[in-house]
């Protein structure tokens, strides 16, 4: 196991036992007027580190089968700077994509499906992030699922569009600063990743 790997881990089983103050989100998917699967994003913190994580199951019937994805991601900051990132994109059993990320002293290693390198600047924020706090004033956020760092920008009335590597967007709409609907291309169609109310 890599040097980098091994510390990550041992790191994020360390925060693990630490008592956090945490807060949690639900997120129904809805994609061509079904309810497919939940997103929840879970963030806790003590002191000046932040543990943000977000799970997503999906699945869908068709005529012809059944299709499901999971995406799992874990990111860790200390100071408000993205320490560590692991991320796992599945679609129909198969591992589409992956992304760690290990920083320190403001240098960044990554390695994804296609390989290894630097990541310049080190993150402030990531996807996972943007769902408790608004993205206002950035101009690019890091993307655990790409391993990369995307365009975002303002478009009015609390809405960001994020651009996708394959140029689809992604539209993130807040209510009060927190997210409140996320509208997403999929492979099966236009979803819909709407704030679940108690």
């Keep these: 196991m890599p040097t980098t790997l091994r510390s990550f881990l041992v790191f994020a089983a360390l925060l ?3 008592p ?3 807060q949690q989100m639900v997120y129904e998917i ?5 309810n497919t699967g939940t997103l929840t994003v879970n963030r806790s913190r003590e002191g000046n580190v932040t543990r ?6 999906a699945g869908m019937n068709y005529l012809f089968g059944k299709s499901e994805a999971s995406f799992n991601s874990s990111n860790i900051f200390v100071n408000g700077s993205l320490e560590g990132s692991y991320a796992r994109n599945i679609r129909d059993g198969e591992e ?4 760690r990320l290990m920083c ?4 960044c290693e990554i390695e ?9 600047p080190q993150p402030k924020s990531c996807i996972a992030a943007i769902f408790f706090d608004e993205p206002k004033g950035l101009d690019q956020i890091f993307s655990e699922d790409w391993g990369r760092y995307l365009p975002i920008k303002y478009i009015g009335e609390s809405t960001y569009q994020v651009t996708m590597p394959d140029g689809k967007i992604n539209d ?20 819909r990743i709407r704030r679940k109310r108690d």
């Design 172 to 191: 993130y709409i807040y209510k009060n600063g927190v997210l409140e609907e996320l509208r997403s291309s999929t492979p099966v169609g236009k979803a």
């Design 96 to 99: 589409i994509r992956f992304t």
């Design 52 to 57: 943000i994580t977000m799970n997503t199951e």
């Design 30 to 34: 809805e994609v061509m007027g079904m």
């Design 112 to 120: 994804t499906k296609e390989g290894k390198g630097k990541l310049e």
């Design 16 to 18: 693990n036992l630490l």
């Design 20 to 22: 956090l103050s945490a």
């Design 104 to 107: 320190s002293k403001g240098k």
